[in-house]
């Protein structure tokens, strides 16, 4: 029996109407919110939140609470609740025989953002239209009948950001550094550490503090589905230049380290993710995951998890100075589609079969593409397709559950570098459909 396939039979996940809560372990409080506190949901950004209103960020008193608006018709009201860290279901995955589950926030995007940026904060929101839209009716390059995600409802949704446990996030519990992640919250990083973000003078923007937070909390939600699937995917995600102490280079939380934390200690995740020891990530943006290789996660971990980490990059590529991963693979600029797929299927074969992960975190930047505005490397997007394929395929092949994030893309054409990342979705389903994986 494959590994995910023994998973399974430990914690079942299932669709519910009901609501229900738990309070982890770590919790040891009940204080109620303060009223000034805000339905991140549904709020509008059309004008900007005054400091005075700045809601708080994560849930001190780390209620997990996990809401079942639908119920689908094989299942009663009746049976148990799945601790599923997720505001919204969508589609069914024991029925749905098109795409895996895709984890989306309507606020991973916001309005108003500085039009000349480098990094394009819309493209969460465009890869969601691209998601629902793109078939070869409306895209004659796409080999698909019918659009990937037929509607927005289909989505899974994240927890709402004041709904996010802060034991995830925080030491000692979580990877990262308490005094940092607070100030981070409250909007008060400096002007030194906002400049090495790369944001600027948006960092303390409650906007992107909101969309910072869900966006780790889609990973994590993703990572609970791919364990009891095999395989999810985030539309976002792959925040690898992120320290426990600091953020860089467009990144601020390393969903990748919370994620990998949240999987190995099973008071944390409460018994949801159980079995996950060692834990890989598969990074194939063009810029180290530098952020990723610094975690050490045996002291966080009830029963010490291990974090092994592959990079394949641009050497030559920011950053300047390069941490040390697990497995690191420094390409040349210039390279093009196969020499680059068979660097890649031998760098991954070797780090699976000498590291024998109980997961992977795949992340699949698409900065490798020729003409990205901060990419070196020439790969093509077939080339991009071939990579998230048989990443996928390998991983699901073998038995190991696996995410994938989007990773890095920058491109003043938004809707194309949509489409970009919307391959590893299509990806995704394609190795889903292959192995019938709503039937396991």
Same mark, same amino acid.
């Given at each position: 029996?494959?590994?995910?396939?023994?998973?399974?039979?430990?914690?079942?996940?299932?669709?519910?109407?009901?609501?229900?809560?738990?309070?982890?372990? $770590?919790?040891?409080? /009940?204080? %109620?919110?303060? @009223?000034?506190?805000?339905?991140? +949901?549904? !709020?509008? #950004?059309?004008?900007?939140?005054?400091?005075?209103?700045?809601?708080?960020?994560?849930?001190?008193?780390?209620?997990?609470?996990?809401?079942?608006?639908?119920?689908?018709?094989?299942?009663?009201?009746?049976?148990?609740?799945?601790?599923?860290?997720?505001?919204?279901?969508?589609?069914?995955?024991?029925t749905?025989?098109?795409?895996?589950?895709?984890?989306?926030?309507?606020?991973?995007?916001?309005?108003?953002?500085?039009?000349?940026?480098?990094?394009?904060?819309?493209?969460f929101?465009?890869?969601?239209h691209?998601?629902? $839209?793109t078939?070869? /009716?409306? %895209?004659?390059? @796409?080999?698909?009948?019918?659009? +990937?995600? !037929?509607? #927005?409802?289909?989505?899974?949704?994240?927890l709402?950001?004041?709904?996010?446990?802060?034991?995830?996030?925080?030491?000692?519990?979580?990877?990262i550094?308490?005094?940092?992640?607070?100030?981070?919250?409250?909007g008060?990083?400096?002007?030194t550490?906002?400049?090495?973000?790369?944001?600027?003078?948006?960092?303390?923007?409650?906007?992107?503090?909101?969309?910072?937070?869900?966006?780790?909390?889609g990973?994590?939600?993703?990572?609970?589905?791919?364990?009891?699937?095999?395989?999810?995917?985030?539309?976002?995600?792959?925040?690898?230049?992120?320290?426990?102490?600091?953020?860089?280079?467009?990144?601020?939380?390393?969903?990748?380290?919370?994620?990998?934390?949240?999987?190995?200690?099973?008071?944390?995740?409460?018994?949801?993710?159980?079995?996950?020891?060692t834990?890989?990530?598969?990074?194939?943006?063009?810029?180290?995951?530098?952020?990723?290789?610094?975690f050490?996660?045996?002291?966080?971990?009830?029963?010490?998890?291990?974090?092994?980490?592959?990079?394949?990059?641009?050497?030559?590529?920011?950053?300047?100075?390069k941490?040390?991963?697990?497995?690191?693979?420094?390409?040349?600029?210039?390279?093009?589609?196969?020499?680059?797929?068979?660097?890649?299927?031998?760098?991954?074969?070797?780090?699976?079969?000498?590291?024998?992960?109980?997961?992977?975190?795949?992340?699949?930047?698409?900065?490798?593409?020729?003409?990205?505005?901060?990419?070196?490397?020439?790969?093509?997007?077939?080339?991009?397709?071939?990579?998230?394929?048989?990443?996928?395929d390998?991983?699901?092949?073998a038995?190991i559950?696996?995410?994938?994030?989007i990773?890095?893309?920058?491109?003043?054409?938004?809707?194309?570098?949509?489409?970009?990342?919307?391959?590893v979705?299509?990806?995704?389903?394609?190795?889903?459909?292959?192995?019938?994986?709503?039937?396991?």
């Amino acid at each position: 029996m494959s590994r995910w396939k023994q998973a399974c039979s430990i914690i079942l996940f299932q669709h519910s109407s009901r609501q229900s809560s738990f309070i982890p372990k $770590t919790a040891t409080s /009940t204080k %109620t919110k303060s @009223s000034t506190q805000r339905s991140f +949901l549904t !709020r509008s #950004y059309s004008s900007q939140i005054e400091d005075k209103e700045r809601s708080s960020f994560l849930d001190a008193d780390n209620k997990f609470i996990s809401s079942h608006p639908h119920l689908h018709a094989q299942q009663t009201a009746e049976q148990e609740e799945p601790r599923l860290a997720s505001s919204h279901l969508g589609s069914n995955p024991s029925t749905n025989r098109f795409h895996q589950p895709i984890v989306y926030h309507e606020n991973y995007s916001f309005t108003n953002w500085p039009p000349e940026h480098t990094f394009p904060m819309d493209k969460f929101a465009r890869l969601a239209h691209a998601l629902t $839209t793109t078939c070869r /009716t409306t %895209t004659p390059a @796409s080999n698909l009948p019918r659009p +990937l995600v !037929r509607n #927005y409802t289909d989505f899974y949704r994240p927890l709402h950001a004041t709904q996010i446990p802060h034991s995830w996030f925080a030491q000692p519990t979580g990877p990262i550094d308490p005094t940092f992640l607070e100030r981070f919250l409250s909007g008060s990083l400096t002007k030194t550490e906002a400049r090495m973000i790369g944001f600027r003078d948006q960092t303390n923007r409650t906007e992107l503090i909101e969309r910072t937070v869900l966006e780790v909390a889609g990973t994590v939600l993703a990572a609970q589905l791919a364990f009891r699937y095999g395989v999810a995917t985030n539309a976002a995600g792959g925040t690898h230049h992120a320290h426990a102490t600091m953020g860089a280079g467009y990144t601020i939380l390393n969903d990748l380290a919370v994620t990998a934390n949240f999987l190995m200690d099973e008071t944390l995740n409460y018994g949801t993710v159980r079995g996950v020891r060692t834990v890989l990530v598969v990074d194939c943006d063009v810029h180290q995951g530098d952020g990723t290789a610094t975690f050490d996660l045996s002291s966080t971990t009830n029963g010490g998890g291990q974090l092994i980490t592959l990079s394949l990059h641009c050497g030559s590529n920011y950053p300047r100075y390069k941490a040390n991963s697990t497995y690191d693979v420094a390409l040349p600029d210039g390279m093009q589609d196969d020499a680059y797929l068979q660097v890649l299927e031998d760098s991954v074969n070797r780090a699976i079969e000498e590291t024998d992960p109980d997961f992977v975190l795949y992340d699949a930047g698409v900065d490798v593409y020729t003409d990205d505005r901060l990419g070196r490397l020439h790969i093509s997007e077939d080339g991009i397709r071939r990579r998230d394929r048989w990443i996928m395929d390998r991983c699901v092949g073998a038995g190991i559950p696996i995410v994938g994030v989007i990773g890095g893309g920058y491109d003043k054409d938004v809707d194309a570098l949509a489409r970009r990342h919307a391959i590893v979705h299509e990806e995704a389903a394609y190795v889903w459909r292959k192995y019938k994986m709503w039937s396991r």
